[in-house]
């Protein structure tokens, strides 16, 4: 198996597709998940990430009147869905290692079963509050920032493991990703300083960098320039979503923190259902993925959120 950082290499500058996949809701069917990654096979990923999911504190009401508080995770199963993609499709898992909800301790036994299951890649995130909370709290000896992440990280790709010393320890092989944001952290305060701590999240080791979505490629080519102003110069793959309901026009600016461009929403605006939204959807991420293969970009790497069919249309128009 080939690290993110090999298959873009060996690539040789052409543009490589690869998606995101979200664990189903705890107690659904794996298979669900596998059919809609199956037809995507036709393009030959190289590699699939798969989300994690901390947990959530949700109040439930009880028969007698109370309420109980209760902490679960509704999307569990990240390792083994990179485990049955390994195994079913021969295409390398990236799972998503978060600060959310970990402490280090915990944090270096996720990554050993990693390494153990032959496993080298790895996307390295904060993650978001806990819901419902609104403010992320690192767990009590957990990281505050994905950067602390990736040191920890880096450190065990050179055989140091916490608490043991820096003596003889098996060193793991990770290729580390990190994410990033066209259009800026929702909590950093301006662009200077997003970008300081995106530098920092590269010199603590990370390999390459997958942005958030963006609808307006200018963004991305902006940010990609001001990274290289910056002396960022590992690859920058975007991210893409193709919308696919009306409501997505509010709901996607709201949850990403993104600008829709005027001419993409006058297009949704006159879509007299989901359908034909979808299939504007469809059309306008067409045109982003043309211009940003022609710019050179390392990669597309397509969100699926749960569906697959509009992105085999898009990929077949592309690859
Ligand atoms: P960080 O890089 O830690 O940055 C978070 C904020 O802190 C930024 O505003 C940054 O500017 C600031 N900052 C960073 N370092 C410092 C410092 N040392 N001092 C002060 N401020 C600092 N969430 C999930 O829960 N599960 C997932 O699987 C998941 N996958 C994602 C995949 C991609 C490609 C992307 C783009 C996002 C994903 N997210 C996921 C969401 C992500 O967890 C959130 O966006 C989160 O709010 C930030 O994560 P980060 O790793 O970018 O954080």
Redesign the pocket.
């Known amino acids: 198996m080939a690290k993110v950082s090999d298959h873009i290499r060996q690539a040789n500058g052409k543009t490589i597709f690869s998606i995101?996949v979200i664990p189903p809701i705890k107690g659904d069917n794996l298979k669900n998940l596998l059919d809609n990654i199956e037809p995507l096979m036709e393009f030959k990923p190289p590699f699939i990430?798969?989300?994690?999911?901390?947990e959530e504190y949700i109040e439930r009401p009880e028969p007698d009147g109370t309420i109980k508080k209760i902490i679960t995770r509704k999307r569990p199963g990240t390792v083994g869905i990179c485990s049955a993609i390994l195994h079913k499709f021969g295409v390398d898992p990236v799972p998503?290692v978060?600060?959310?909800g970990f402490t280090k301790e915990e944090t270096e036994d996720f990554l050993i079963d990693l390494h153990y299951l032959g496993i080298d890649n790895v996307?390295?995130?904060?993650?978001?509050p806990a819901k419902p909370f609104s403010t992320?709290k690192p767990k009590a000896n957990g990281y505050?920032?994905?950067?602390?992440l990736v040191a920890q990280v880096t450190n065990m790709n050179r055989g140091i493991y916490l608490h043991e010393g820096e003596n003889a320890m098996a060193p793991s092989n990770f290729c580390i990703?990190?994410?990033?944001?066209p259009e800026?952290?929702?909590?950093?305060i301006d662009h200077d300083?997003?970008f300081?701590?995106?530098k920092?999240?590269v010199e603590n080791g990370a390999d390459y960098i997958?942005?958030?979505?963006f609808f307006d490629n200018r963004k991305y080519f902006d940010f990609v320039k001001r990274c290289r102003q910056e002396g960022i110069t590992v690859p920058i793959i975007p991210?893409l979503k193709p919308l696919s309901t009306r409501k997505q026009l509010q709901v996607l600016p709201r949850l990403f923190h993104l600008e829709m461009p005027p001419d993409f929403v006058k297009a949704v605006e006159v879509c007299e259902n989901d359908t034909q939204a979808r299939q504007v959807g469809i059309e306008w991420c067409v045109q982003q993925c043309r211009e940003l293969t022609q710019a050179g970009a390392p990669g597309l790497?397509f969100y699926t959120m749960g569906k697959s069919d509009n992105i085999v249309k898009i990929a077949r128009e592309i690859f």
């Open positions: 995101e990430d798969v989300t994690y999911h901390r998503h978060l600060c959310g996307l390295v995130l904060r993650g978001d992320f505050s920032y994905a950067s602390e990703g990190v994410a990033a944001y800026k952290h929702f909590e950093a300083t997003d300081k701590y995106l920092l999240k997958v942005t958030q979505m991210g790497h």
